[in-house]
């Protein structure tokens, strides 16, 4: 699922981004009122996040914008913490009001809860399947043409990391804090090592997909 982040702050989007992103959603992000509602009716997601101090035109005017287009769910996250400010928003047609600070793990579970309200249950069994590959990161199990294939558990991580962000490049340090976290110790070669290895497991000339090196950048899944 797709989720536009609409918010000035550039830090809290790359909070947002980096938690929802492991949750396996799309994160797509605008810094204004106008520049929302613009890649709104562009990319048309399943979900926007809606802080309402914005430039150019502010959440509420964003958020009667998108209502008057569409009922996709609205979660308004914001430091705008008075009754009447909540009230407000949801009256505008806000599905949810968190306010910030926030705990990343709340917003997680409070866009569950709204998409389980607006479209029915939420899968939370992570799965990414292709042409003879699946790849289960809840049963930590990767199947090629129904073979179970025998690998490690972050072999598995960056192999399903990957997947689910099909031909979109990241560097060896994205992927290092993404699958290892920011605390690791490690260097970049410890990718290397584990692309390498799961190439010798699962790729083969006769399959529309592989893990392609982008020189001098990093790593995609490349359909």
């Known amino acids: 699922m797709k989720i536009l982040v609409i918010d000035d702050d550039i830090k809290i989007c790359e909070v947002i981004k980096l938690y929802l992103e492991k949750e396996g959603f799309d994160i797509i992000m605008a810094h204004n009122g106008t520049d929302g509602i613009n890649m709104f009716k562009q990319e048309m997601p399943d979900l926007v996040i809606l802080d309402i101090m914005l430039p150019k035109k502010d959440g509420y005017e964003v958020c009667r914008e998108i209502r008057k287009i569409s009922n996709i769910p609205i979660i308004m996250l914001t430091a705008k913490g008075e009754t009447f400010d909540k009230v407000l928003g949801l009256e505008l047609g806000a599905d949810d009001y968190i306010v910030k600070p926030f705990d990343p793990k709340e917003l997680i579970a409070r866009i569950k809860a709204v998409l ?108």
């Open 116 to 223: 389980r309200r607006t479209q029915g249950e939420v899968n939370d069994e992570k799965v990414v399947v292709y042409p003879n590959l699946t790849i289960n990161l809840t049963t930590y199990e990767v199947k090629l043409e129904d073979r179970v294939i025998e690998m490690p558990p972050k072999e598995i991580e960056l192999l399903y990391f990957l997947a689910s962000h099909p031909n979109k490049v990241f560097t060896r340090e994205q992927l290092l804090d993404n699958i290892w976290g920011y605390n690791f110790m490690g260097d970049t070669r410890t990718v290397d090592v584990h692309i390498k290895r799961i190439r010798e497991k699962i790729e083969k000339d006769k399959y529309p997909w592989r893990i392609k090196t982008v020189w001098g950048v990093g790593y995609k899944f490349e359909i």
